[in-house]
């Protein structure tokens, strides 16, 4: 990895604190937009952890890569997912992200967004991109599928079974053990989520 200078530090350090103006400053002192740092985590990345919207965007005006990943193989776009952060989904996408790059467990950004519960994100990725609704990731499981395998069987949960099979997955895949989404909402308990999964099945 490149050795940092002075002004990749201070670029990295703004970013992560969400300070856009020194982002802007370090820039024009000559930093990398790409500079990376010990876990290999760009200033764009640092940005999107933070959900800091400013630096990202003027991390983007520089051309910063959305999808360069980290030593998680965490890039830009996929931790949108894990913060459920729809202003910076909004900023990203006209970087026109590879919204199929997996993270470590094999998934896209829509997955651990389902798990987590992020209604708002689900529902704005779905209307606003063409995003694989029936990915499956290393563990055998679709953004459906994990959304009642790893959710609390919640409101937000149930909101978020609604709007995916609304914009068209599967209801009926199975996970890597043949177990489907709706017997694994039967086995947990979650009535109101079995019952939509049945109407559709």
């Known amino acids: ?6 002004a990749d530090r201070t670029l990295l350090t703004a970013a992560e604190q969400g300070d856009a103006d020194s982002v802007r400053a370090a820039l024009a002192a000559g930093a990398r937009v790409e500079a990376r740092d010990r876990h290999r985590r760009t200033p764009l990345l640092l940005a999107a952890i933070g959900d800091h919207v400013p630096v990202a965007a003027a991390l983007l005006a520089a051309g910063a890569d959305p999808d360069a990943q980290d030593d998680r193989d965490d890039s830009p776009w996929l931790v949108t997912g894990v913060t459920g952060s729809v202003a910076m989904m909004r900023t990203l996408l006209p970087a026109r992200p590879d919204l199929r ?6 998934g896209i950004s829509l997955i651990p967004a389902c798990e987590r519960g992020h209604v708002d994100y689900v529902r704005a990725v779905l209307r606003e991109t063409d995003i694989d609704v029936d990915h499956v990731n290393r563990l055998g499981w679709t953004a459906l599928l994990e959304a009642v395998i790893l959710g609390d069987g919640g409101r937000a949960h149930q909101e978020i079974v609604e709007l995916l099979i609304t914009a068209g997955a599967t209801p009926g895949l199975p996970d890597g053990d043949g177990v489907t989404a709706l017997e694994h909402a039967e086995r947990r308990g979650f009535q109101q989520i079995a019952a939509l999964l049945r109407a559709v099945l």
């Open 1 to 6: 990895m490149p050795t940092l200078s002075e």
């Open 101 to 106: 790059r997996t993270n470590r467990f094999g």
